[in-house]
């Protein structure tokens, strides 16, 4: 790889800057030890009980009572890092808590992937994709929100490892020395295990390496590569394995884990050895290898295909965004964007970005490529353009056509791969990469807001295609027609700072730039806040004691671990869903006060906080007994938002098996000899 340029050396550090800047914006109004998103509590508490016990418990029996949530089932690096990171840290700046190292991560992972991606394009295509790229992805409001100070969540740490394994498995497909290739290729699988340990979504990323494999596979006729590929799937296949009790008997989200994370890369595995024996033992085979790679990919796709139609009713409770279940859908994050969310967080970039990958077939293909932007434009309509096009023609039929052209762009690019002529295609796998990646991500966003953070890397690759193949014609026309003075360099660096400031500024309105600072402040604010729940929260800290066990609304789950230091029985890590229905048909519309009572003791529950309009007042139409102690507040019970009561429970109320039925046959089994 080239040395960097002066100016690389000034513009990348002053991108990296802006973004770290933007992000750590409205800190200041974050109340004490709070964080802008509840999941954010979770990866604290985490990191809390490693930082004091150095490692988590095989169950944590502060949740998720009387049975404790099975961290076997959890992939839990997130928390490690927070933990460890604070530890070294503490031992030059003790000042500094673990709530600061959580607080600050999302920022600091977002600025180090954003680096290193910009740093690899600066050696592939150049400074001007690279500067474009980088100030694009620090200004988008999509690629902000989930990477604030105070968001606290894993998406920014995710996205960093899903960046660090993409480009360093291109860059090993590039390396021209087989020592910096195979450094390159173990490195990669090392990320590969790293983010395959840290989030059970992560397999989408690995879909994108997978993808330029196959290509590979399919357009070369030798077996080039194939101990490097090996070797990276020995990275973190086995060892994800062994690691985590998740990818060897996973169940509930993490049941089909080692199907769609370390079975595609095993099968892909598999076909590139099957093609090599067939090879040598028919001879008849080596003049048609790639229509034998070709029917090795249709057979492998047939039978995924088949597992995922036998498969797809255990999705329902397992997989998002196909999850419909009650729980899920009453989660924001999870419902489809309208288009002017899409206004909202990328401006004109969603449609650029989009342009940008139409062109790309163009580009590489020529004619041969035209189908495939056919589709991709298509995509990119059925995607972003969904509601107005859902009232036309209806959600159901307009999924149809999804799918299917879903189904088109992934056969087109098998079809291209195994048409094109025998060569090494270096300069095909960035585009193939990252349009693979526009197509995994957006098509999850297209259902769920939750994944439209990880969209902004093609958006802004695709964005930067578009301006640089303007910048072509611009730079031409002007040379041509005024025969101009200035150097190429200069020409082009001033081309490309206005055509920036089109895309940044103009127009006013939709421009996404306006929104950059008000994603970091506004987008989202720190929970509980300064609120009576908050109150409540301090209240229980310090007057109730350690082993107490509140039952709130989900919610509340994690933050009241932390804040209020109490344990609970629901959270919202949504572990066991049907116990949050259960929660709900047995005390807040409970009949009785004795089957409220009953669940309660079966969960070993010994105080109730409900929140709401005077839900003393609601709460078994405010007809309740002794059994229900007032503890907080003390001063006009009844007319508060916030209501705490003590449980004392009367003789005659016993436990039954029915208030803690899971829907998941592993747990229930297991929770058999609880009740008796």
């Known amino acids: 790889m080239s040395k960097l340029s002066v100016s690389a050396w000034l513009l990348i550090p002053s991108i990296l800057i802006l973004a770290f800047w933007i992000r750590v914006q409205g800190t200041e109004g974050l109340s004490d030890k709070q964080f802008t998103e509840t999941d954010a509590y979770f990866y604290y508490w985490q990191a809390h009980l490693i930082s004091e016990h150095s490692r988590l418990p095989t169950r944590d029996m502060h949740r998720w009572l009387p049975l404790g949530r099975d961290l076997g089932q959890t992939l839990n690096l997130y928390g490690y890092v927070l933990a460890y990171t604070h530890r070294a840290i503490a031992v030059v700046f003790p000042k500094i808590s673990l709530y600061d190292v959580t607080l600050y991560m999302p920022p600091i992972c977002f600025c180090i992937g954003l680096s290193a991606f910009c740093l690899f394009l600066y050696h592939t295509n150049g400074i001007f994709c690279s500067v474009t790229v980088g100030l694009l992805l620090a200004t988008l409001p999509g690629s902000i929100e989930r990477a604030t100070a105070g ?66 596979f399919l357009a070369s006729e030798t077996q080039e590569g194939f101990h490097f590929y090996f070797l990276w799937m020995l990275c973190f296949v086995p060892t994800l394995y062994l690691a985590s009790p998740a990818y060897r008997n996973g169940y509930g989200f993490a049941e089909h ?67 419909q279940n009650a729980v899920m859908q009453t989660m924001t994050e999870l419902k489809a964007p ?52 859902d009232k036309v023609w209806g959600e159901p039929f307009g999924n149809a056509l999804f799918g299917v052209v879903i189904m088109m762009c992934l056969l087109t690019l098998i079809f291209l791969a195994w048409k094109r002529k025998n060569t090494d295609g270096t300069s095909e796998f960035i585009p193939i990469a990252f349009t693979v990646w526009f197509i995994v991500w957006v098509a999850l966003s297209r259902d769920a807001k939750r994944y439209d953070f990880f969209i902004g890397i093609a958006l802004a690759f695709g964005t930067a295609t578009v301006i640089q193949s303007l910048l072509r014609i611009v730079v031409k026309k002007i040379t041509v027609n005024t025969k101009s003075l200035l150097s190429p360099t200069i020409l082009k660096s001033g081309v490309t700072a206005l055509l920036l400031i089109l895309v940044m500024f103009f127009p006013p309105y939709f421009a996404h730039t306006y929104r950059s600072v008000y994603a970091a402040t506004g987008m989202r604010k720190s929970t509980p806040g300064r609120t009576p729940v908050a109150e409540t929260f301090c209240w229980m800290n310090s007057n109730l004691p350690r082993d107490a066990i509140v039952a709130a609304h989900w919610r509340y789950g994690s933050q009241l671990n932390v804040i209020a230091g109490v344990k609970t029985i629901t959270d919202q890590d949504t572990y066991l869903q049907h116990w949050i229905h259960l929660y709900y048909r047995h005390v807040i519309y409970a009949e009785t006060e004795r089957e409220a009572l009953e669940f309660l003791k079966t969960h070993g529950a010994t105080h109730l906080m409900l929140v709401g309009q005077s839900p003393a007042k609601y709460f078994l139409s405010g007809q309740i007994s002794d059994a229900f102690v007032p503890v907080y507040p003390i001063e006009n019970f009844a007319d508060t938002t916030v209501n705490v009561w003590e449980i004392h429970y009367p003789p005659d109320i016993q436990t039954h098996p029915k208030y803690l039925k899971t829907d998941i046959d592993e747990i229930d089994r297991h929770l058999e000899w609880k009740i008796k």
């Open 338 to 389: 309208h288009f002017w969310y899409w206004i909202a967080r990328y401006g004109s970039i969603f449609v650029l970005g989009s342009l940008g990958f139409v062109l790309m077939p163009f580009i590489l293909w020529k004619k041969q490529g035209s189908f495939l932007s056919i589709l991709i434009a298509l995509f990119a309509v059925f995607s972003f353009f969904r509601e107005p096009l």
């Open 151 to 216: 968001f606290g969540d894993r998406d920014a740490f995710c996205l960093m490892l899903g960046i660090l394994a993409v480009i360093t498995y291109l860059a090993s497909l590039q390396a021209q020395k087989p020592c910096l290739r195979l450094l390159w290729t173990l490195l990669s699988g090392v990320i590969v295990f790293l983010g395959g340990i840290s989030w059970e979504g992560f397999g989408v990323f690995l879909s994108v390496i997978i993808v330029v494999e196959l290509w590979r």
């Open 257 to 323: 884990l080692t199907a769609f994370v370390l079975v595609p890369p095993v099968v892909l595995l598999w076909i590139r050895a099957i093609r090599f024996l067939l090879m040598e033992k028919v001879s008849v085979l080596r003049q048609h290898t790639r229509s034998l790679s070709l029917g090795l990919t249709i057979a492998s796709l047939a039978l995924a295909s088949t597992f995922v139609l036998v498969q797809y009713s255990t999705f329902d409770n397992t997989t998002v965004p196909l999850s």
